[in-house]
């Protein structure tokens, strides 16, 4: 009973819950990444044939430097391996990928891997796909603050020329016409933003499930979907 008409241009994925996942199946932490990386590939897929026409997935935290250097460097080679044996299938498909988030703390290697990625997808426009690697929401708006701060001393604006499209502007989302999501999908039962994207989120429906990531397959899409499409969405407008 999905519509056409309904669907979001833009979904936001916090895609957590994969060592809990492993965990309660015996399994080691690797094998949970490795499940999560499955279920992405089949929720990029999805949302490639649903004509979803942005994606923003929280791939890695500020907090997660802070886990066993053994699953960072872990993590690190799943996003190295990921993009090599994507590579040609984003450029051939049509889909576009971006980074936000400071990517400078990444082993070089998968510094370069991505520069490569990113501009080797700049002009596609099938499905922009955002990943935040190593992002904070709060240091987005204060780095677009001090960009804005520039120009009113540079003399190039006045403080009242400040206002919400201004700002967009220079967010890290800048990069795509779509920045603000329509639909947060957060799974693993977690009911917070963990400093995911803030500003943007100001009217974004929020759907939380309680499926670890690995198991956030195709039918738990739809009832995220569903569920966006049964909303009425106000923006803070009409009362009824
Ligand atoms: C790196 C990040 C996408 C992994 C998300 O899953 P997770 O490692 O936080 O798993 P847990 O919440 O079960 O610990
Ligand atoms: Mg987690």
């Not at 690797?30 to 923003?56: C, E, M, P, Q």
């Not at 690190?76 to 990921?82: P, R, W």
């Not at 429906?205 to 039918?219: I, K, N, V």
């Amino acid at each position: 009973e999905l519509r056409r008409e309904l669907m979001p241009k833009h979904i936001a994925v916090i895609m957590d819950g994969n060592r809990r996942w492993a965990k309660k199946r015996g399994l080691p932490v690797a094998l949970g990444y490795a499940a999560g990386i499955r279920t992405l590939r089949s929720f990029v897929k999805l949302s490639y044939n649903w004509g979803i026409s942005a994606l923003t997935l929280f791939a890695f935290s500020s907090e997660n430097w802070f886990r066993p250097k053994a699953e960072v460097d872990l993590l690190m080679g799943l996003f190295d391996k990921v993009l090599k044996d994507e590579l040609e299938n984003l450029t051939r498909t049509g889909i576009r990928l971006s980074i936000i988030g400071d990517a400078s703390q990444l082993p070089k290697s998968l510094q370069d891997l991505i520069d490569k990625a990113v501009m080797a997808t700049k002009a596609n426009s099938r499905l922009h796909i955002l990943v935040a690697i190593n992002y904070s929401g709060q240091y987005d708006v204060v780095q677009a603050c001090q960009t804005i701060a520039q120009r009113v001393k540079d003399g190039n604006i006045e403080p009242e020329d400040i206002n919400s499209f201004l700002v967009e502007q220079e967010l890290q989302t800048k990069c795509t016409e779509f920045p603000s999501p329509d639909l947060l999908i957060r799974t693993s039962g977690e009911l917070r933003l963990s400093n995911f994207l803030l500003w943007q989120l100001a009217y974004t429906e929020l759907f939380f499930s309680h499926s670890q990531w690995p198991d956030f397959g195709e039918a738990e899409f739809l009832e995220a979907l569903c569920s966006f499409q049964q909303r009425q969405r106000r923006y803070g407008g009409q009362s009824s």
